[in-house]
């Protein structure tokens, strides 16, 4: 097995590694799963600038929901190219017994300004570093990412090289300030719900119109938790508001989920 992953590995430009926080899967006890996960992640991985970590993870999620019938549509806020709803994609193909409602938000522009007064040093700093304002601003950040996560990214992926049924895509194309109001209600109950918006404001409005749409046992990921303050902020508020004790699993240095009781 060792001699089969590792140089899968090394071609999606990741590393094996010992140390604490590993790129690429351990080169021991490598099951099955863990080499068509690293199949499937070989078809999105130009389409996302996620970690193995958090792709291995996802693949798992959401062929545990296939598997135990966890009800309800995939959601993402905040796609880039779609490589991280594709592997969801590709996990209903291999384990769901019929499709599932795929739901992406995202401005398929870039992401907006973060806002100074909450969302950290970081943010402001890597904001300024691109030529950007730090007030908040519902625009989109220029020169922040290689390239901006354009619709028609996300189409070719998942209807073109995925192959999924485009009846079953849903893009909700605009600010989640603006279309999370508007388009919550189409969702329906969720089981898997990803959030990629970063900051504070966009992390905030997405828990408030969709956590209470994720049924029992299904997943809310964070992919920021761990990187910016302000997503940070907006999750711990919520969740002391509402009085959610749920543990809020490690992936990475960055990435956290939560399985909804």
């Given at each position: 097995m060792k001699s089969l992953i590792k140089p899968l590995v090394n071609s999606l430009g990741y590393e094996i590694s010992r140390k604490a926080e590993k790129s690429g899967p351990d080169d021991a006890g490598v099951s099955d799963f863990d080499?068509?996960?690293?199949?499937?992640?070989?078809?999105?991985?130009?389409?996302?600038?996620?970690?193995?970590?958090?792709?291995?993870?996802?693949?798992?999620q959401a062929a545990y929901c296939e598997a135990a019938g966890i009800a309800g549509?995939?959601?993402?806020?905040?796609?880039?190219?779609?490589?991280?709803?594709?592997?969801?994609?590709?996990?209903?193909?291999?384990?769901?017994?019929v499709p599932r409602h795929l739901?992406?938000?995202?401005?398929?522009?870039?992401?907006?300004?973060?806002?100074?007064?909450?969302?950290?040093?970081?943010?402001?700093?890597?904001?300024?570093?691109a030529g950007a304002g730090t007030l908040g601003r519902l625009v989109p950040?220029?020169?922040?990412?290689?390239?901006?996560?354009?619709?028609?990214s996300n189409r070719d992926l998942l209807e073109n090289i995925i192959g999924y049924a485009p009846d079953y895509l849903h893009y909700h194309k605009g600010w989640f300030q603006d279309t999370l109001p508007r388009d919550a209600g189409e969702v329906g109950e969720i089981a898997i719900l990803r959030l990629d918006g970063d900051w504070y404001a966009s992390t905030r409005v997405c828990l408030e119109h969709l956590y209470?749409?994720?049924?029992?046992?299904?997943?809310?990921?964070?992919?920021?938790?761990?990187?910016?303050?302000?997503c940070k902020k907006a999750v711990d508020e919520f969740m002391d508001r509402e009085g959610i004790r749920s543990y809020l699993h490690r992936i990475d240095n960055e990435g956290r989920y939560l399985i909804k009781s």
């Open positions: 080499l068509e996960a690293l199949e499937k992640i070989q078809v999105v991985h130009q389409h996302t600038m996620l970690p193995y970590s958090r792709l291995y993870s996802l693949y798992d549509s995939f959601v993402e806020c905040g796609t880039w190219k779609g490589g991280a709803v594709g592997l969801m994609a590709l996990a209903n193909l291999a384990y769901g017994k739901h992406l938000f995202d401005s398929f522009e870039s992401i907006p300004e973060p806002d100074e007064a909450v969302d950290g040093t970081k943010a402001v700093n890597q904001a300024r570093a950040l220029t020169n922040f990412y290689e390239s901006p996560g354009a619709l028609q209470h749409r994720v049924v029992s046992g299904g997943f809310v990921i964070i992919d920021d938790y761990g990187c910016y303050e302000g």
